[in-house]
């Protein structure tokens, strides 16, 4: 199994080369990514500033396998109490999974959060640790304001499936309403993407900022 820690050790390693670091940076993604791994990598290139050119900022690996860190750790204290509670469910007779299931255990192609599958830059813009804090209450049972994912409380936007609307978050496009039919509808991107275009950071500037020329008309 992939650990995680190894990989982080290897991102904060300066005697690596740049591109090892940064694959580093992708196997832990691989281990956890709580946007999924695309938009989860396209947040901490935002996030922590990571430049187009690695060597502008290679500190910038640093700060984004730290946030990604952050939230593990309390993803994985989350998780030892939903194991500890399910095999104190199971000794007791209760073999069924609970529902809603645990947001970690969620499938992407039923999960409210399809989209940034589909699209992902279209995920929260909050630090990962507070995405997971807020997903945890969730789960504890606290009702909190506005989207459950991001918080925003602005009005919901609408969007076609072809047969009916799906209501949609307007800051991250969280599934808010269902569409009628009761099926799961794939979420057409805003913005064409490549995945090779994202990893090599063509969207990010030398200076760690978005590039503005980003995508070419």
């Known amino acids: 199994m992939t650990s995680f820690l190894t990989h982080r050790a290897h991102v904060h390693d ?15 993604l691989t281990v956890f ?24 900022d290679p500190d910038a690996l640093v700060r984004a396998v730290e946030e990604l860190h952050e939230a593990r750790v309390l993803w994985l204290a989350r998780a030892e109490q ?10 007791a007779g209760r073999r069924a999974v609970p529902n809603p299931r645990p947001w970690w255990l969620r499938n992407w192609w039923e999960s409210p959060d399809r989209a940034w599958f589909d699209d992902p830059f279209l995920h929260p813009s909050l630090r990962l640790s507070e995405y997971v804090r807020r997903q945890n209450a969730i789960l504890d049972g606290t009702e ?8 925003d409380e602005g009005p919901r936007v609408l969007s076609s499936t072809g047969h009916g609307w799906v209501e949609l978050c307007r800051g991250c496009a969280w599934l808010l309403a269902p569409c009628p039919c009761g ?9 064409p993407f490549n ?21 070419a008309s």
């Open 82 to 91: 939903y194991a500890e509670q399910r095999r104190a469910e199971k000794q």
């Open 195 to 215: 995945w090779n275009e994202i990893w090599q950071r063509a969207h990010m500037g030398d200076d760690g900022r978005p590039n503005s020329l980003w995508p």
């Open 33 to 56: 990514a709580p946007y999924g791994l695309r938009a989860t990598y396209h947040h901490l290139t935002l996030s922590a500033a990571i430049p187009r050119r690695l060597e502008e």
């Open 183 to 191: 099926q799961r509808h794939r979420f057409v991107p805003v913005t």
């Open 144 to 151: 909190l304001p506005g989207c459950p994912a991001c918080g």
């Open 14 to 28: 300066p005697g690596l080369p740049l591109h090892r670091r940064h694959s580093a940076l992708r196997t832990c």
